[in-house]
């Protein structure tokens, strides 16, 4: 009891409700304990281990790397396919079909589908500028290098998407290795139609 | 129980846990979500995913908002209880998988809503168009006879024509059409939540959410046939 | 009402020494206050929810004018059923059991006045707001931005002089109704503050703002207003018995697993958000199970013997009928949570349903109890002041209303989820299925309504005996 006995009681009258102490029922405690346990198996099948990319029906984060794209090569594809649609397609459009005054086609190009990539592996290195003759069009243009941007997996992985995927070209897939070897010859002005068609294709 | 602060502080501790639970953990793990790239599947081009709306667009959603449009339209497809690919949401035509965190980077608000009473909106931006858009709000029940959904009249003006008809007059008939030698178009409010409407999608796959399994792919020297053989 | 309350209660019970009621005017003009602009609410809430419902028979209803579109009116209704009626009320019989069980008056009555008044001016710009178009977007937390600080100081300047009241009291032990209005009291302005701040304010990004949202009116509904209609029951049914609650451990039991679990859930299934979310969600709501049994296991050993007891009196009648209502909703909330169930019913009208049944059929009709019992005391009035035949159809209509509406929107969203679940019936067919017992929940509204309006002419009529009260005796001093 407090000693405030200023204040007056509202309400003199009646009882107030009290309350006995009677202690809760052990079937109560029972199933109290049985809920809670259904509780942590259900958290174990379905909380997907509390992990950020675990959505329903999945149940866990091992369920959905398995659900995504598995092949290497699908995911090297992946990879150039990105490339291409952050850095080439500015120019070259996104079909690849290049466009008058900013890049030429890449779809269909003589360049592109050579039986080997040895030449083309150079213009992303290092950029390319003067006039280029692309399915019998003169193009007069500059292309800035992109040696320090990517890495030697970037370029082989885009150049296997242009050549293999872009539009309808069927052209064979370029290996790292051969990015590797052309990154080591060093050439300090973009590359020209003259040079390029003096590197060898095997 | 008859001490006061005591009581206090277990109201408080059990608060703390549910606001932990609810809206410190959510908040720590999904609260900053980057923009990322759609999952490539087949020859689509991976692109970044989600687009923030137009202006117009976000103009649409306040639109969307204020009428509370979200009382009978949810923006979410659910999975069914063996994929995210699939289940009564999708075979509804409401989307092409399940819905994820991701996909409402850009909303603001995000009007997920709780209710259906109408058909969920996740994808409607794939499946209309804009003349269908204004003619349902106009008249909902002159494209799907039966609909339960109120006409939005006032998102539009019945104007007199004045040389020549305006070309985004509404084509109406029936009990519909204006009185001749008048048109109906649509308000500012009409033609922003259309193009919010229009913007709704949610079909890049994500890395939650995987497109289906592919077959695997042919060898390179291999011909055409038998690729699709296999 | 004096005809058929039992001799024994009769004695114990009325305190309506006409002494006293001088004395108490200035006190309980702020809870009188609260608890009859909470039932002038109700009224607006279930005549806007009458409005929306007729849409249903004619889409075409009052659909011209943007004010009294559907998505409008719905949320009008939401923030006035939410905010006008069930925070006042809430507010109004906290602040009657903190003082009664405290044997104290009221602290700062007139910073109570002050605050509900300010209160009813925030909810009116609110839902004149909705109606004219500023809807937040987020369910049962509509009201915009600009009536946030208001509400939040008016709750502020209430929640004070109830804290101090509960402070000056001058019982020393604690009674199970006061951790539950102290818990009511202490829950609302968290969840309150964090909702308008990360939505409103501060938004966070994404997603989260939806899981925000489901949180804040789960919690709204099942801590706040469900504590507050459970410190009501607590009182109630032992006092008007005249029998001592059975057992103070399971109320203490139910007390704290009710805040603990029931603040737990509201994310509805397939929420796009980590499976987790939605899991901890479905476990803290099967764990509500626990609350509800020691509730019950409770309230049934107190009032066993007292059953037949149930037509005596008003309060009691609603009291049992809001419990039992009560342990319906949430038992349905159980199993529409369980995956297999919620596969099917979330995102219909079962849900609805669900809320409705927990908003008028509990938390109301124990309001109306409570009302009862309270208001006459309030103004130094006997029991007598009701008219009972008024009282008896106040409670036929609201009872058979909440039935027919409940159990028609139950049935049409069971109808609508198994419909949707399968793939053979198209959207609109579902939809015009459903028309029927929707058709038929509107008739459950208008009794419900009815109802209300009843039991508002029975309360001008009460308020209406304290003025000729009132006048009689200051002629009477003034000879």
């Known amino acids: ?202 | 129980m008859n001490n006061g602060p005591l009581l206090f502080l277990g109201l408080f501790a059990a608060m703390v846990f549910s606001w932990l639970g609810f809206v410190m953990g959510p908040q720590l793990q999904i609260g900053n979500l980057p923009q990322t790239n759609t999952v490539v599947v087949g020859d689509a081009i991976s692109q970044a995913y989600p687009v923030a709306l137009s202006g117009n667009a976000h103009q649409g959603e306040e639109v969307y908002r204020a009428n509370g449009c979200a009382a009978c339209h949810t923006q979410m497809v659910r999975a069914g209880d063996s994929s995210p690919l699939a289940g009564p949401d999708i075979s509804h035509g409401w989307g092409a998988r399940r819905s994820v965190a991701e996909d409402y980077l850009f909303d603001q608000p995000v009007l997920l809503g709780s209710q259906r009473i109408g058909p969920d909106l996740a994808n409607y931006g794939r499946r209309s168009s804009i003349d269908a858009i204004l003619r349902r709000l106009y008249d909902p029940r002159s494209l799907v006879p039966g609909s339960i959904m109120p006409s939005y009249r006032f998102f539009f003006k019945t104007r007199k024509i004045e040389g020549a008809p305006s070309p985004d007059a509404l084509v109406l008939s029936g009990k519909d059409a204006p009185a001749p030698g008048y048109e109906v178009v649509p308000g500012p409010r009409a033609r922003s939540l259309a193009a919010y409407l229009l913007s709704l999608h949610q079909d890049g796959y994500l890395y939650e959410a995987p497109p289906p399994a592919l077959p695997p792919p042919p060898k390179t020297n291999a011909p055409p046939a038998m690729a699709v053989k296999k | 009402m004096s005809a058929t309350v039992s001799p024994a209660r009769t004695a114990s019970n009325n305190p309506s020494e006409p002494s006293q009621a001088g004395l108490n005017v200035s006190c309980p003009i702020g809870m009188l206050y609260l608890l009859g602009a909470g039932l002038v609410w109700l009224l607006v809430a279930l005549v806007l929810g009458f409005i929306d419902s007729l849409k249903f028979h004619a889409p075409g209803f009052l659909a011209d004018h943007g004010f009294l579109s559907y998505g409008r009116v719905h949320a009008a209704a939401g923030s006035a059923l939410l905010y006008g009626f069930g925070a006042q009320a809430a507010l109004g019989i906290g602040l009657w059991l903190l003082c009664r069980l405290g044997r104290t008056t009221l602290a700062g009555p007139f910073v109570v006045f002050l605050g509900a008044f300010f209160w009813n001016f925030a909810v009116t710009v609110g839902v004149i707001a909705i109606l004219c178009g500023n809807n937040t977007g987020f369910d049962a937390f509509e009201m915009p931005a600009v009536c946030a600080p208001t509400l939040f100081v008016s709750y502020a300047m209430i929640g004070i002089c109830a804290m101090l009241t509960f402070h000056q009291r001058r019982e020393g032990p604690l009674y199970p109704s006061q951790w539950f209005v102290v818990g009511a009291l202490f829950w609302f302005p968290w969840i309150f503050s964090t909702a308008a701040i990360l939505l409103l304010y501060m938004p966070v990004h994404g997603v989260l703002q939806a899981a925000i949202a489901w949180w804040y009116a789960h919690n709204f509904s099942m801590v706040f207003l469900g504590f507050s209609g459970l410190a009501s029951s607590f009182y109630f049914i032992p006092k008007l018995l005249g029998r001592p609650l059975h057992s103070r451990q399971l109320a203490a039991l139910a007390f704290w697993t009710l805040a603990v679990f029931g603040s737990w859930g509201g994310i509805p299934d397939g929420a796009p958000l980590p499976s987790w979310i939605a899991s901890i969600s479905v476990v803290g709501t099967v764990l509500m199970a626990i609350p509800m049994l020691a509730l019950g296991d409770n309230f049934y050993h107190t009032a066993r013997y007292g059953l037949n007891t149930l037509d005596a009196d008003p309060t009691l009648r609603f009291t049992y009928v809001g419990l039992l209502f009560l342990f319906v909703a949430v038992a349905q909330q159980i199993v529409g949570a369980l995956p297999n169930v919620s596969a099917i019913t979330s995102l219909t009208w079962f849900g609805a349903a669900q809320k409705e049944l927990f908003h008028l059929g509990f938390f109301a009709m124990t309001v109306f109890g409570a009302m009862y019992y309270i208001v006459p005391r309030l103004l130094g009035l006997g029991a007598e002041a009701w008219c009972p035949k008024l009282t008896k159809w106040h409670f036929g209509l609201t009872l058979a209303g909440i039935l027919i509406s409940y159990l028609a929107l139950l049935v049409a969203g069971v109808e609508q989820g198994i419909m949707l679940a399968g793939t053979n019936h198209s959207f609109v067919e579902v939809m015009s299925s459903t028309l029927m017992p929707l058709r038929a929940s509107t008739l459950g509204d208008l009794l419900f309504l009815a109802g209300t309006f009843v039991f508002l002419g029975n309360f001008l009529r009460v308020i209406g005996t304290w003025c000729c009260e009132f006048r009689r005796r200051a002629i009477k001093e003034a000879k």
């Open chain 1, 1 to 202: 009891m407090k000693p405030n006995d200023s204040k007056a009681p509202v309400d003199s009258a009646g009882m107030e409700p009290v309350a006995d102490y009677a202690t809760a029922p052990v079937w109560l405690i029972i199933v109290f304990g049985a809920l809670f346990y259904w509780g942590q198996l259900f958290l174990d099948r379905h909380a997907g281990g509390f992990q950020k990319d675990v959505y329903a029906p999945f149940q866990d984060v091992e369920e959905v790397a398995k659900s995504n794209p598995q092949n290497e090569q699908d995911k090297f594809l992946a990879m150039g396919r990105d490339v291409f649609t952050k850095t080439c397609s500015q120019c070259h459009q996104p079909t690849g079909l290049g466009k008058e005054g900013q890049a030429p086609p890449l779809v269909g190009s003589e360049w592109v589908l050579a039986p080997t990539a040895a030449r083309i592996v150079n213009i992303p290195l290092d950029g390319l500028t003067g006039p280029i003759t692309v399915k019998g069009q003169v193009w007069n243009l500059t292309m800035p290098p992109f040696r320090d941007n990517w890495d030697d997996e970037h370029i082989a992985a885009v150049l296997t998407f242009i050549r293999t995927k872009l539009g309808d070209n069927k052209a064979s897939p370029v290996k790292a290795d051969l990015v590797k070897a052309a990154r080591q010859v060093v050439h300090p002005s973009p590359e020209t139609s003259d040079e390029l068609m003096r590197i060898p294709l095997q």
